[in-house]
């Protein structure tokens, strides 16, 4: 405070105060624009798996995958790609509610727990690694 009097010093206080204003402002517009990209990831596909299989015996390499993409709330799809010697054939059904309404294929109700769990690789085990992490 030295070298200051009365205006000046005022003068201070009220820049300071106009920029915390400012910055009271920026924070609450930012919180908005957060909310607003959490609430558009809730309907982003962020769950995947992917199961890859041989569909016909004759054809190796595991070639084949059925893959699930679902959102926050288990709504997506599940895409199943089977290759043979005559081409490729590609199969989509739609998953409500972590449910297909299509009977699914082994490789597909695997790919659909897999997503549904969150993770790829072992169901229980990513099931119990979300428990974790959500609560």
């Known amino acids: 405070m030295r070298g200051k009097d009365a205006i000046s010093l005022e003068k201070a206080f009220e820049k300071k105060f106009e920029e915390v204003d400012a910055m009271t402002e920026a924070v609450k517009y930012q919180a908005d624009e957060i909310y607003k990209l959490k609430e558009i990831q809730k309907m982003t596909l962020n769950k995947t798996a992917i199961v890859k299989y041989d569909a016909f015996k004759d054809v190796g390499g595991k070639l084949s995958f059925a893959i699930c993409m679902l959102d926050k709330n288990d709504n997506g799809c599940l895409v199943n790609v089977m290759h043979s010697n005559n ?33 790829m690789g072992d169901v229980e085990l990513s099931r119990e690694v979300n428990d974790i992490v959500n609560n």
């Open 87 to 119: 081409g490729c054939f590609a199969y989509i059904k739609e998953i409500i509610n972590g449910e297909s309404f299509i009977e699914l294929g082994d490789e597909e109700a695997n790919a659909l727990k897999q997503a549904v769990a969150g993770r």
